[in-house]
C-alpha cells in the first residue's frame, strides 16, 4: 500500500531507542526526511548509523532534553514546519502515591506530559498556518489500566490521551490532524531489560523474563515493529480523516503489564 510519505519531512522524539527508534526507521523506509531528538548524542549518531547506513542525507539529530521547555523552541527554529510530528520521548517510573515523590513526579512530567503539550504548542501553530500536518502521541495503555502502583504513568498517560482527543476533535478543520497511539506491553528493550531484573530477583533466572508474558495473547508483548507500522500509518493520508481519537494497539488484551507502558 503506498502510504504517499514519499519527499515529507518528520519529527520523532525518543529516537534512539525503542518504539521511537522503530517509528523513525520506517518513516525513513516510507521515503521520509526524519529528524531524530533525543537527549544523548552518541545514541542519536549510534541509531542513525543503524537506520541509513551512514546515509546522512536520509536524517537530520538534534540532541536535545525536551524536559527543558526553552529546548522546545530551539527545535522549532531548527527545523522549520515538519509534515509529521510524532511525540514519543519520556518513560515515567513505577510507584505508587507514597512512593513518588513531588519532585519525582515533576521531573517525569515535564519531558512525557509538558514535553508532548509544548510540542504540540509549537508545532501545531506553525501547522495550522501552513494548513497541513500530523502529530501522533504516543502514550500508553496504563492510561486505560489504571494501576495505583504507576500512578504518576497513569495519570499522564490518562491526560495525554485527553488532550489528545480534545485537540484533534477541533484541529482538522485546520487540515491538522492529532491523535494518539496507545501501546499495550511491548518488547522494547527498557522492559525487555525491566523484566529481567524482575526474573533474576525472583526466580534467580534472568533467562525466565518472557514467563511474565505468558498470558498475553500468543504469549508475547508486542514487538516495536508492530507500533511502529500503525504510528506511521496514521501519519500517513491513507489515515487521512482520523483525528481526535486514541487508537489502542495492546493484542486485545487489556494490557496486564500496563505499568511498563
Same mark, same amino acid.
Given at each position: 500500500m503506498e502510504l504517499g510519505l514519499t519527499g515529507k519531512v518528520a519529527l520523532v522524539t525518543g529516537a534512539?531507542?525503542?518504539?521511537?527508534?522503530?517509528?523513525?526507521?520506517?518513516?525513513?523506509?516510507?521515503?521520509?526526511?526524519?529528524?531524530?531528538?533525543?537527549?544523548?548524542?552518541?545514541?542519536?549518531?549510534a541509531a542513525a548509523e543503524e537506520l541509513t547506513?551512514?546515509?546522512?542525507?536520509?536524517?537530520?539529530?538534534?540532541?536535545?532534553d525536551l524536559s527543558l521547555?526553552?529546548?522546545?523552541?530551539?527545535?522549532?527554529?531548527?527545523?522549520?514546519?515538519?509534515?509529521? /510530528?510524532?511525540?514519543?520521548? +519520556?518513560?515515567?517510573?513505577?510507584?505508587? !502515591?507514597?512512593?513518588?515523590?513531588? &519532585?519525582?513526579?515533576?521531573?517525569?512530567?515535564?519531558?512525557?506530559v509538558f514535553g508532548y503539550l509544548n510540542m504540540t504548542r509549537a508545532f501545531m501553530a506553525k501547522m495550522t498556518d501552513r494548513g497541513s500536518g500530523v502529530i501522533v502521541n504516543v502514550?500508553?495503555?496504563?492510561?486505560?489500566?489504571t494501576d495505583a502502583s504507576y500512578v504518576a504513568g497513569t495519570t499522564g498517560n490518562a491526560g495525554l490521551n485527553a488532550f489528545s482527543r480534545a485537540v484533534g476533535?477541533?484541529?482538522?478543520?485546520?487540515?491538522?490532524?492529532? /491523535?494518539?497511539?496507545?501501546? +499495550?506491553?511491548?518488547?522494547?528493550?527498557? !522492559?525487555?531489560?525491566?523484566?529481567? &531484573?524482575?526474573?533474576?530477583?525472583?526466580?534467580?533466572?534472568?533467562?525466565?523474563?518472557?514467563?511474565y508474558f505468558k498470558n498475553l495473547p500468543d504469549g508475547r508483548a508486542a514487538t516495536v515493529q508492530e507500533i511502529a507500522d500503525v504510528v506511521v500509518f496514521m501519519a500517513s493520508e491513507r489515515a487521512g480523516y482520523v483525528s481526535g481519537t486514541v487508537v489502542t494497539v495492546d493484542g486485545g488484551h487489556g494490557g496486564n503489564l500496563a505499568s511498563f507502558a
Open positions: 534512539s531507542a525503542g518504539i521511537g527508534k522503530a517509528v523513525a526507521a520506517e518513516l525513513c523506509r516510507e521515503g521520509c526526511h526524519v529528524h531524530m531528538v533525543s537527549r544523548s548524542q552518541d545514541k542519536l549518531s547506513a551512514g546515509d546522512a542525507t536520509k536524517v537530520s539529530l538534534h540532541a536535545m521547555s526553552h529546548n522546545v523552541g530551539k527545535l522549532v527554529d531548527a527545523v522549520g514546519t515538519p509534515d509529521i /510530528l510524532v511525540n514519543n520521548a +519520556g518513560a515515567i517510573p513505577a510507584g505508587d !502515591l507514597q512512593t513518588i515523590t513531588e &519532585s519525582k513526579w515533576r521531573e517525569a512530567w515535564d519531558l512525557k502514550t500508553g495503555l496504563a492510561a486505560d489500566r476533535g477541533r484541529s482538522l478543520s485546520d487540515g491538522v490532524r492529532v /491523535l494518539a497511539v496507545s501501546p +499495550g506491553p511491548v518488547a522494547t528493550e527498557r !522492559l525487555v531489560g525491566l523484566m529481567r &531484573s524482575r526474573a533474576e530477583s525472583e526466580f534467580n533466572d534472568a533467562e525466565s523474563w518472557q514467563e
